[in-house]
């Protein structure tokens, strides 16, 4: 099958969409993810000035 203009848009269009529903997806996980602080910072000493 000969390689058209229409069918190279259409391929761009899918990636286009399949790259926004991944970036979609992993702004969602990453909001999702709540931090431990605990275990973020386990075995260092924290000083706080008041």
């Known amino acids: ?3 058209t203009k229409r069918g190279r848009e259409r ?3 899918t990636k286009r969409q ?3 529903e991944h970036e979609i ?3 969602l ?3 999702d ?3 431990d602080f605990e275990e973020l910072y386990e ?3 924290i000083e706080l000035e008041i």
Request: no cysteine; hydrophobic share 20%; proline share 5%.
């Open 11 to 13: 391929k761009g269009q």
């Open 29 to 31: 996980e990453a909001r």
């Open 33 to 35: 993810r709540s931090l």
């Open 43 to 45: 075995g260092e000493e």
């Open 25 to 27: 997806e992993r702004a």
């Open 18 to 20: 399949q790259r926004r």
């Open 1 to 3: 099958m000969p390689d």
